[in-house]
């Protein structure tokens, strides 16, 4: 009898705690899905056929989801329908994204390795003056001196450019860049370096060879980290490009025709310029949040 | 020695040519008006006798001090949340997914709340009609709540970043101290209010800060979801500049502006650096 009841008490403990656990579980799901929910709702909205993207009341998945969007956006509009000009303008402002965004994420690399040895290696005069003016450098919101920018580009004729758009993004990373790759080459031991020159290496054979490699999760993460901001960066493309130069971020905020905005392209110029920046994000995730919390929390 | 300027020499000229020369030429081209005569610091004086500037100041403070409240505050929630002992596989397939929209471009995110703030467009009017609640779904057209409208856009879209940062730093607080404070008695609100709390606490205020000086600037937002509309009831002092420099060719009064942009977040983060030695 005793123990019976004993039993039934074990019985019931285990039961509450694996109802709080279901409880527990089933709300992280929840939150997850509802701090999601506003990406998907674009992601629907993209694939819905025109009268089903006002129907009332709407509904979570359309009765027939189309690509027709897609299609239109990347191959051209089909004969006959009539498009948003920005229709047109889409493939190749993806072009000038993927350009601009690779280019200065190599820039960045390159510059901001070697400038980032030197501060750590070499007897640079005025070292610390350098790292206080970049810290500075990298407080300095791009809005307060875009004028100033906005006139150098317009003197050296390189306004609605890529190389513009390269020129300028790579010098807003450079700071963020030479900052966090700073902190990575401080922890490669110093010998490593010595015995390679003893073998002969040059100072840039010795940061290409062992210096680069060894800080191989500082350089993903900062490659990551400025491609991921150059294809986002938008308040320096709407002022620097008028049409050539045009990047996706302009182009996505350009679906208006003579009746209003066409929210259906819009949506779908969104999913198609997140999915760069999706992937990269989740599969560099530990890299980027190592960079960003050695860049963020020490910085 | 010649060799380690070769090596920061790149990055030198582009900090001088990136930023040094541009703060100093911003400075000077607030003295000057619209047709290049210099007027002192008349810029300033014309800034403070407008009511559409005074009223972007006090919107921009809005904006920022409630995104950064809420980002802290829900980051931090979150992070507790996601540090309770948890399936592993659970919590990092979580984790990962909850960290979308900080990936997502400011543009599309504009884009995203433009459509669900659409009462046409929007699935939130009818979820909310399906738990009895029946509201006029117009908020970016409402001088009222467009402002909220725009700012709970922005919570959503760095909340993850925050939460990510403060549950690094969760991570790093040994679970002694829990275990010590469980003994001598805390319970778990007493354990986050002297365990957790007093840990966090330079993290909070640099985030805080780190926030304070990302929303100040912030424009993608503001301008693809409202222009600054309606009535001018979202604009802030980013979109502000912008007007002047780019739509009214005032390149010496935006200059002025921006100036007063730079100082007031000089200020306001010197305020919290203070607050974080003094106190330590």
Known sequence: MDCRGRWSNVQRYKLQRGLNSILFYGFVLMLVFAVLAPFVWMVISSISPQVELTKRPPHWFPEEPTLHRFRALIFGAGQGQSMPVATERFVSALVNSLLVSSTTTLVCIVAGSSAAYALVRLPVPGKQHFLVGMLGAQMLPIIVIIIPLYLLMQAAQLLDTRQGLIVLYSGFMLPTVIWIMHSYFQTIPMELEEAAMIDGCSRVGTLVRIVMPLSGPGVVAVAAFTFLSSWNEFFIALILTASQAKTITVIVTEFATQFGIDYGLMTTGGVIGSIPPLILALLLQRYIVQGLTAGAIKG | MSGGYAFVLPGVLYLGIMSLYPMLYVFQLSLYDKQDEFIGIGNFIKAFNDPLFLLSVKQSFIFVVLS????????????VLLNQPMNRLFRNTMRSLIMMPWAITPVVVAVIWRLLYNPHLSIIPSVLESLGLNIQWMLLASPTLALPAVTVANIWFSLPFYMLMLLASLQAIPGELYEAAGIDGANIFQRFRFVTIPHLRNILITLFLFDFIGAFVFFDLIWVMTKGG????????????????FERFDFGYSAAVAVLMFLIMLVCSLGLLLLMRREE
């Open chain 2, 230 to 245: 309606p009535a001018n009831r979202t604009e802030v002092m980013a979109t502000y500049a912008y007007r002047q420099a």
């Open chain 2, 68 to 79: 950064a409240v809420c980002h802290v505050c829900l980051g931090l929630l979150i992070a």
